[in-house]
């Protein structure tokens, strides 16, 4: 009964190769979010969803887009991937507002080859 | 802006020490405030969180955190650690005012040794 389900647990790519990395949800939440987190550091935020609504954080490099088709489904997409790019994306849901529970997938780990 | 501190970036405990993780946070507005765990190669798992009332929460695996207004601080604690507990854990806070972002600190590794 996995709730936030993230595709695939590692991806390969090489220098300036797109990837897509996906998420999908069986919560119903309204709120999806993307962060990047790399070794020995604190997830970081990309972008989040709140439903229909994209919110790009300041400093997210445009390299970095998001797709999100329905309730279900949110994609990453990457469009050039450079080494600096190598880290583990974690997808998160929530229902609303900041006092609710954020839930994680399992994350991706992408290596840039 | 809120900011998070966890002034421990590794905290090595033998099994059945007690353990106590601290986190101190800025805010200008109220705040809710969240420990998440992270096991190797996973994804986070909410521990427990602080949104109002009681200001000692509790999680099923015995660990606590208190909320102190005054100090800022939403320190973790457990009694009796197992190697189980190895593990990162994240410090993180959230307000209504920003949407729906949680704030990390930067992560304490607990290493439980035998």
């Known amino acids: 009964d996995a709730m936030v389900i993230q595709n695939p647990r590692y991806q390969v790519t090489q220098f300036g190769k797109p990837v897509t990395l996906s998420c999908s949800q069986t919560?119903?939440?309204?709120?999806m979010y993307w962060y990047q987190q790399k070794s020995s550091q604190a997830p970081k935020l990309l972008f989040h969803y709140y439903d229909k609504d994209f919110n790009n954080e300041a400093d997210t490099p445009d390299n970095f887009q998001s797709r999100r088709p329905n309730t279900s489904f949110c994609f990453l997409d990457i469009r050039s991937p450079g080494l600096g790019d190598a880290a583990m994306y974690l997808c998160?849901?929530?229902?609303?507002?900041?006092?609710?529970?954020?839930?994680f997938g399992p994350g991706t780990r992408l290596t840039v080859l | 802006a809120q900011s998070v501190t966890q002034l421990d970036s590794q905290v090595p405990v033998f099994e059945e020490a007690p353990v106590e993780l601290r986190c101190n946070y800025s805010?200008?507005?109220?705040?809710?405030l969240f420990w998440y765990v992270q096991y190797p190669n996973q994804g986070l798992q909410l521990l427990l969180k602080y949104l109002s009332g009681s200001t000692l929460v509790e999680s099923i695996n015995g660990f606590e955190a208190e909320f102190n207004k005054s100090q800022t601080s939403f320190h973790l604690r457990k009694p009796s650690v197992h190697i189980s507990d190895t593990a990162e854990y994240f410090c993180?806070?959230?307000?209504?005012?920003?949407?729906?972002?949680?704030?990390f600190g930067g992560g304490t590794r607990v290493l439980v040794k035998p």
């Open positions: 805010s200008s507005v109220s705040v809710y």
């Open positions: 919560l119903n939440h309204n709120v």
């Open positions: 998160a849901t929530s229902r609303e507002s900041g006092r609710d529970t954020q839930y």
């Open positions: 993180a806070v959230s307000v209504e005012a920003a949407g729906n972002k949680l704030t």
